[in-house]
């Protein structure tokens, strides 16, 4: 490529980046949301080694537990409002339907607070009636835990609401950097001046703090953003018809969460809460090989949609195959340091009291760069009109994951729920990728087309 052409392609790019037109909109919210999830995955890896050094793997395993229920809880307190709110916002907005944008703002707002307010209220009962079995570092961070619901489910869904309104970048930045920014920020200068605090209790503390925050920051800018027509209009309702549609979106929401988090709330049920830290350690480190595939997902899947709206199958095909060969690529070599020296890299980064998390690490690391090595292929299912497809094989990889945890936990512990996990993980992208060949005739391998 001559100099000349290289400064050509930049100058295009950068004109249609900084243009005001639809296409521009969609790349400049697709680079930033990966450099968001980017960002997210820092911080979040940055408070899990400073909670893992200072609460030590028993605190920071109560803190994981106690993490894991309440984002089981969430499926129930959202009950998938929050993206039947970006939906339906986006869709009001476009037709200039102002009532019915602000009827759909404060009933999403209502349902979530009644819903998340109940759960949290019957949470607490139930704690209170096992106080007496509890410890206290339990019953004190689980009840924060509880509080903290709420909390969490109303930040979620004004930051959906922001991203209806077209602020993607602003909406997903006040959950997932603000609030994660602010618990580093809490946790660290806490534990580093008062080391008597260092408890799990203090660092649900931390998120309850967080959540209030970004719920109150995020409040205010939703208000600033909505349309003033909408703000002045007679607010109009479809509640029964909003309820049936958010159904589908709490499956797939509650599958997913239930895949994500089998592994850590049965070990908690069966092992000390020593091991549920150790294990979360494990889980931390591998779900960085599959990174690029979070970042990836979110520049590239808005371009199958595009191009399997306009019929383009060989660039849809080209683009897929390229994009499974760089996440590929990228997830190897941190893949690869977690296989073959993961018991040096978590001594060195968490602690010696976490090496033993080195055989999970491994048993993850395989499991996910198994799930890279499809690609995007959930996200061109759901980008091309198959989400019920997704749904299903969801809730049937959920079953099993359930299953296999239930069997293999018992036996072998930590070693149990990574083995669990990864089959799962890798069983539920092949389902999709056989699928994908079948509904749309399009393969993810990161391997030449021609192998096929």
Avoid at 277 to 306: D, E, K, M
Avoid at 336 to 355: C, K, M, N, Q, T
Avoid at 438 to 452: F, T
């Amino acid at each position: 490529m001559t100099l000349a052409t290289s400064t050509g392609l930049k100058h295009r790019l950068r004109n249609l980046v900084t243009s005001g037109g639809f296409k521009a909109r969609l790349i400049r919210a697709g680079l930033g949301s990966a450099g968001i999830q980017a960002a997210n995955r820092v911080l979040a890896l940055a408070l899990g080694i400073v909670l893992a050094r200072t609460l030590g793997a028993e605190g920071y395993g109560v803190y994981a537990y106690a993490f894991a229920v309440m984002s089981l809880l969430m499926v129930a307190a959202e009950a998938g409002v929050p993206t039947l709110l970006m939906r339906e916002v986006a869709a009001s907005e476009s037709r200039a339907d102002w009532g019915l944008l602000r009827g759909v703002l404060r009933r999403a707002g209502q349902f979530v607070a009644l819903a998340s307010t109940t759960i949290s209220l019957l949470g607490l009962l139930v704690v209170w009636w096992l106080a007496d079995s509890l410890t206290a570092p339990v019953l004190y961070t689980t009840t924060l835990m509880l509080i903290v619901l709420p909390l969490s489910a109303g930040a979620k869904t004004v930051a959906h609401a922001m991203r209806g309104l077209h602020r993607v970048v602003i909406g997903q930045a006040i959950d997932r950097l603000l609030r994660p920014l602010l618990v580093l920020a809490l946790v660290g200068s806490a534990f580093l001046f008062w080391p008597e605090w260092r408890q799990p209790e203090v660092a649900m503390a931390a998120q309850l703090l967080a959540a209030m925050v970004v719920l109150i920051v995020g409040w205010l800018i939703l208000q600033r953003l909505t349309p003033a027509p909408a703000i002045i209009a007679e607010p109009v309702y479809k509640s029964r018809d909003w309820l049936r549609s958010a159904l589908p979106f709490t499956l797939i929401g509650g599958a997913g969460i239930i895949n994500n988090y089998t592994d850590i709330i049965m070990l908690g049920w069966f092992t000390a809460s020593e091991d549920v830290g150790i294990y979360r350690v494990a889980v931390q480190g591998a779900t960085l090989v599959a990174f690029s595939l979070q970042v990836a997902n979110a520049v590239v899947g808005p371009q199958f949609a595009r191009l399997y709206a306009q019929g383009d199958m060989a660039k849809l095909q080209h683009l897929v195959t390229r994009s499974s060969q760089v996440i590929f690529l990228a997830s190897m070599p941190a893949a690869l340091a977690f296989i073959f020296a993961g018991d040096v890299v978590v001594s060195w980064v968490f602690g010696p009291e976490y090496s033993t998390a080195y055989l999970p690490l491994a048993a993850l690391s395989i499991g996910q760069l198994l799930n890279v090595s499809f690609g995007l292929v959930g996200s061109l299912l759901q980008m091309t009109g198959n989400q019920g497809v997704t749904a299903r094989i969801l809730w049937q990889t959920a079953v099993l994951n359930i299953i296999l945890n239930t069997i293999m936990i018992p036996l072998l512990g930590m070693l149990g729920a990574a083995l669990s996990s990864a089959t799962c993980l890798f069983a539920w992208h092949f389902l999709l990728y056989r699928e994908a060949k079948k509904c749309i005739h399009i393969v993810s391998l990161p391997l030449p087309r021609s192998i096929y």
